[in-house]
């Protein structure tokens, strides 16, 4: 029985048991308890402290040097008290346990890492928690949700109908710009605001008539008043003190000599004042020192609020005044929010993101007390200046500002100097401060690290490499034993040099952080070794450029996330505003140092290597680009182009067969230079919305020119949004850059080539007198090939197309504005578009409208577009080179009409699109220096297609020619020469390809490139099966000149042009609906699709607040959160009130006595019988109002008695 009964009593603990607490766990030795620390007592101040057992931390200690927990020790934190450690360094080779993941930390802590940067100059590690080898670091805080989105767009007030009346905004008022007192009377009816009364008032000489203003105040009438600029007085003892006098009997039925305005100084003070008359309560007024704001306010009810700014400022000319009548959300406005807010609580602080080209427009507030707020509404302590767009644009771009959590009650700093000191060496770059921040560092051979739910701020060092808030360095690994290493939830605000880096580790875990107002990069791996990392739900805002010294890109384009390796898992995340670019993955060769030693990668396996995810990412607010997959990361680690990243089906076998590297669900918006930018081959971009930037999205085989095209699908691509921003004063709208209005804006930027684009639907391409706006354009300012086998399949239109109605495409010469670069792809513009008509699907070919380019018979001009269309057949005749003379110039002639002429400065291979059914021939000629080397390739031929051209041979030189394909000709006798133009134009199924033709009378060379293979549906290359005809040429002798037979070709033709195009100027209709397609688009960014949705469940109540009076009525509120378990990923929120009230009385208010009027004088009686003087007295009584309770007895005298005369 005894056996049973004990198994029973197990059964029932279990049953019984609950999350253990580390701080309750049994043998502790209390940090407070002298016996604790044995004779050599508690740790004094500046003290090094080793603890080798069990500790618990329940007192705040003095400040520390370093505290070093000994392998068989334990730091563990009493959330019961509220603590502050504060120490140099805090060493982990035992362990140090703040909460559990089932037992989070309840209290308030704060741990503070001291000392500048020379009392740590000598330490590898100065100023951090340092997890060593075998050291486990535990920091669980309250769970609480870290950031979401608001639902409803927030707006300045005045623009919402919520202030009746500013005085800084009517021009009659504000105008008045002297010294002295600004005063209005005013009377409010609904929200109808007269002005009975306004003036300003100087009271050396004006007091009399400021005190007419004041006695002229009718019952409800409202009376404000402020000083501007400062209220001068008279210092000889002269002031006139009627306006004093009025202002006192008005607010206390007599003059007091007690106003406060008698006592604000003339040099600067400034001064508010608000009372309405037959509102005692409604009296407000404050004064501060010069410099300093008072703001007087008087509450009537949550409709109707008047507010009075005094408003301080460096010089007092710049000191003003304000005038308010308004409601509640013109003070503490309302900011809708899609999650459960009730983890936020009155006093935090949020930050709520830009919306706007401007990231600055980011915007911090406080949470004030809301009683009628739900679960997904705060109140904000003061409105915001910039308009934060709050919708999912047709249910498609996310456009919802970011909101975040910027506390916690747990928390990590760094004590700072006030202002940087000269050991940190960059004094004066930013903003001067002392940049010489704390760290947390995990070092190899760590058994755990997890941090979630607290905040980190004043951490990182911006002159010491290494050294950054959260930091796993060089862990490579972790043992199959080992939990997954986390930080969720944190809030890392304020930072010296990024948020969280991953450095030479593996397998880190990085959710649901916010990293805010951050030097250089934030979310960071390092070497480009670092795999199996989850980046998920992350926020970083407001990042900023640094001085360069830890990473060179940090001065130029620091990067909300940098990722380095493509073995890693990057889902969920926002970057909402910075200096630099949002989300850059970008690649090294191989691994840097350190991480190079280990063998992680091979030489350029990670270019061969695919995303193991990539989904949901958002930017937005960026100074550059958005979103950018592109250049290469460099062994001094800057960045340059390309990234020439290929996937392969087996990253280590370069043979191995290419594979798709699919990206999906992306949105950008609002970045400055580019939305998206995506370059690598067999890229497969799909579900991605953007709107307003310079360019929308561009995919490009960066680094695979010729071959392996990339593709974009089921894409919203929006110009001009209807979010506006802070609207520029003549456009209507914000601009990405607002020096240079005439910057081209596209939706698709195409760029080398060639790239497929389907399924597409475009709206917001209309075009305005300040810069030109198309949904398709080329990237400008490029020295490269663009290909016109780029093809458009599939589009919708939400507009139609036509001059001064909507621009499908455009392209521009010099001589437009935003095109005035001179570069060879400034000549090259075309792709190929499947229009969809009511005759089906048509094929045109989109190329420059110049003489040369719109060469087909067909050919028709767009004129908004500066464009030509034509069904006939083309493709690009393309010229490579190993290096070209800056001052040579190579020039392609068109042979009907040889003034037809294009001239490229060959800085990159390219060349002119051509037409290739064989109805026109061109030649190629070249002035100064001629390469001994070039490639010529007929790029997008097929079967049945015929390019010829020329090339002219310098005078002195030797030549040969060969071509490895369609036929493999190693020398020029593998060829076969013909003796004229019209027998190589002959048709010859057998020898075309290897017929040439030479004219030594005029030096040149012409060749014929035919089809022999057509392109697939899905054709991936230039040309049918990945090779398209080539012909090399091999030039040996004097190369000097002679490259330029034009005129001996030509003669007087050269100056032939042919007939200006036809206009083709019709309508052209949209095409598709106007909202997105079904499937289009990325959507909703949050909540996060690739999570379980989980129901929200409440909390405890908590205890009844204090009640709001000390006496009489009040109110008392408790409220509970929705955080067991905080609803997430879509789930249920919860249901039922989150905040309950009730009437609270502690004791009835004390009444203080008044007295009643006085009586008549009575009858005058003689003093003696002898003289003819009396008196006479009168009475009053203290029962006007009683006094009871506490109150006081009326002050002053019952009975008055004065002489009289009785004769």
């Known amino acids: 029985m005894r056996v049973i009964s004990l198994l029973i009593g197990i059964l029932l603990l279990l049953c019984n048991a609950r999350a253990e ?362 409105p915001v200046n910039f308009v934060h767009y709050g919708k999912v644009l047709h249910n498609a771009i996310d456009m919802r500002a970011e909101i975040a959590l910027i506390n916690r009650k747990v928390v990590i700093r760094a004590e700072m100097e006030p202002t940087c000191i000269e050991i940190n060496g960059n004094c004066g770059e930013v903003d001067d401060k002392d940049t010489f921040g704390g760290h947390v560092k995990a070092l190899y051979g760590f058994k755990d690290v997890h941090i979630e739910n607290i905040e980190l701020y004043n951490m990182g060092q911006q002159t010491d490499l290494g050294r950054y808030p959260i930091h796993f360095h060089m862990c490579l690994g972790r043992e199959s034993e080992q939990s997954q290493p986390f930080v969720k939830g944190c809030s890392i605000h304020d930072t010296f040099a990024r948020c969280i880096t991953v450095h030479g580790t593996h397998g880190v875990l990085v959710a649901d952080n916010v990293c805010i107002n951050h030097i250089g990069h934030g979310y960071f791996l390092e070497d480009g070794g670092e795999m199996n990392n989850t980046f998920d739900g992350n926020l970083a805002m407001n990042t900023r450029k640094g001085t360069g010294s830890l990473e060179p890109v940090d001065l130029s384009r620091p990067a909300g996330f940098w990722f380095t390796n493509p073995n890693n898992y990057f889902r969920n995340n926002h970057a909402a505003g910075g200096e630099g670019n949002g989300i850059w993955i970008i690649f090294p060769d191989e691994p840097l140092p350190p991480s190079r030693q280990f063998n992680l990668m091979g030489y350029r396996e990670a270019t061969r290597t695919n995303l193991l995810e990539f989904t949901n990412n958002v930017a937005h607010s960026q100074a550059q680009m958005g979103i950018m997959i592109g250049n290469r990361l460099e062994d001094n680690r800057d960045s340059r182009c390309c990234n020439i990243w290929q996937p392969l089906a087996d990253p280590k076998d370069e043979s191995s067969d290419p594979v798709f590297a699919n990206i999906e669900y992306l949105t950008g918006y609002k970045n400055k230079q580019f939305n998206i930018w995506i370059e690598g081959g067999t890229v497969n971009v799909s579900k991605i919305s953007v709107a307003d930037s310079t360019n929308g999205i561009m995919v490009t085989n960066e680094g695979q020119q010729d071959k392996l095209t990339g593709r974009l699908s089921y894409a919203v691509v929006i110009g001009d949004s209807e979010n506006v921003g802070v609207p520029d004063d003549v456009i209507g709208r914000s601009l990405p850059f607002p020096g240079n209005s005439e910057e081209p804006h596209s939706g698709i930027t195409m760029w080398k080539g060639p790239t497929q684009f389907s399924n597409i639907w475009f709206d917001g391409f209309h075009p305005n007198n300040y810069y030109d706006i198309a949904a398709i354009a080329k990237k400008r300012k490029s020295p490269y090939f663009f290909s016109v086998t780029t093809s458009f399949k599939n589009l919708s239109f939400a507009f139609d197309d036509a001059a001064e109605v909507g621009t499908y495409a455009i392209s521009g010469t010099k001589t437009d504005p935003g095109w005035e670069k001179n570069k060879d792809g400034e000549l090259v513009s075309g792709f190929t578009w499947y229009r969809n008509t009511t005759n089906g699907v048509e094929k045109w070919y989109v190329v ?318 003689a003093i003696t019988q002898d003289y003819c003087a009396g008196k006479t007295f009168r009475r009053r009584h203290c029962s006007n109002t009683k006094p009871m309770y506490d109150g006081t007895f009326c002050e002053g005298s019952t009975k008055e008695v004065k002489p009289c005369d009785v004769c």
């Open 848 to 1165: 420059k409208p110049d003489a040369f380019s719109a060469a087909a018979s067909d050919c028709v001009l767009r004129p908004h577009w500066r464009l030509a269309l034509s069904k006939k057949k083309y493709g690009n005749l393309r010229v490579h080179h190993k290096s070209f003379d800056v001052n040579s110039r190579g020039i392609f002639v068109r042979d009907d009409y040889p003034g037809a002429q294009l001239k490229f400065m060959f800085e990159k291979k390219t060349g002119p699109q051509v037409v290739i059914d064989g109805s026109r021939t061109y030649t190629f000629h070249i002035t100064g220096i001629v390469p001994d080397w070039l490639k010529f390739t007929a790029e997008g031929i097929e079967m049945g297609d015929i390019l010829r051209f020329g090339v002219c041979i310098p005078s002195g030189a030797t030549w040969t020619i060969e071509s490895p394909f369609p036929d493999l000709l190693k020398t020029v006798d593998d060829f076969l020469e013909v003796g004229s133009l019209s027998e190589l134009d002959l048709s010859d199924p057998v020898n075309d390809g290897k017929k040439y033709f030479y004219n030594s009378t005029t030096r040149m060379l012409y060749y014929k490139f035919v089809g022999f293979i057509n392109r697939s549906e899905d054709e991936l290359d230039e040309c049918g099966g990945g090779r398209c005809p080539e012909l090399r040429l091999i030039l040996s002798g004097d190369l000097s000149g002679g490259g330029d037979c034009r005129q001996t070709l030509y003669g007087s033709r050269l100056s032939d042009l042919p007939p200006a195009l036809p206009t083709y100027t019709d309508v052209i209709p949209a095409s598709g609906y106007q909202v997105p397609p079904e499937g289009y688009g990325a959507g909703s960014a949050r909540p996060f699709n690739s999570r379980s949705p989980v129901n929200g469940g409440y909390g405890p109540w908590t205890d009844w607040s204090e009640c709001s009076a000390s006496c009489d009525s009040g109110v008392q509120y408790k409220t509970r959160e929705c955080n067991s378990p905080l609803p997430e990923h879509g789930g249920n929120p919860c249901s039922g009130d989150r905040i309950m009230s009730r009437t609270c009385q502690i004791r009835p208010c004390d009444i203080d006595g008044e007295f009643t009027e006085w009586s008549q004088w009575e009858v005058c009686t």
């Open 21 to 382: 607490c580390p701080h309750e766990r049994l043998g502790l030795l209390r940090w407070s308890d002298d016996a604790t620390w044995g004779s050599d007592g508690k740790p004094i101040a500046g003290e090094n402290v080793d603890i080798s057992q069990k500790i618990l931390l329940d007192t705040s200690p003095p400040s520390l040097s370093n505290i070093t927990i000994l392998p068989n020790g334990s730091l563990i934190f009493d959330p019961e008290e509220q603590l502050e450690l504060r120490a140099a360094n805090i060493f982990v080779e035992g362990t140090m346990e703040i909460g559990s993941e089932d037992c989070p930390y309840e209290g308030h802590l704060t741990i503070t890492l001291t000392g500048n940067r020379e009392e740590h100059l000598f330490e590898k590690n100065g100023k951090a928690i340092l997890v060593k080898s075998g050291g486990t670091l535990e920091i669980h805080g309250k769970p609480r949700l870290s950031w979401t989105k608001i639902s409803k767009t927030l707006v300045l007030p005045q623009d919402n109908g919520d202030i009746f009346f500013e005085h800084k905004n009517t021009e009659e008022y504000s105008s008045f710009n002297g010294v002295g007192i600004v005063a209005y009377t005013v009377k409010v009816i609904g929200t109808e605001v007269t002005v009975k009364q306004f003036g300003l008032y100087d009271i050396r000489s004006e007091s009399e008539a400021l005190a007419a203003h004041i006695n002229s105040v009718e019952t409800d009438d409202v009376l404000m008043m402020a000083g501007q600029r400062k209220i001068p007085t008279k210092t000889d003892g002269t002031q006139n003190e009627a306006a004093y006098e009025a202002l006192e009997a008005l607010v206390n039925g007599e003059v007091t000599g007690t106003a406060i305005l008698r006592s604000v100084a003339p040099d600067g003070a400034t001064w508010a004042f608000v009372y309405k008359k037959g509102a005692p309560d409604s009296y407000d007024e404050k004064t501060n020192v010069f410099g300093t704001s008072s703001t007087a306010q008087y509450f009537e009810s949550n409709d109707l609020i008047f507010t009075v700014d005094s408003i301080g400022a460096s010089s007092i000319f710049s000191q003003t005044v304000n005038f308010r009548v308004m409601n509640i959300n013109a003070v503490h406005q309302m900011v809708d929010v899609i999650d459960d807010v009730t983890t936020w609580h009155p006093g935090d602080r949020v930050m709520i993101a830009s919306t706007d080209y401007d990231w600055q427009q980011a915007e911090e507030r406080e949470i004030v007390f809301c009683p009628e707020c739900n679960n997904f509404q705060i109140r904000i302590n003061e």
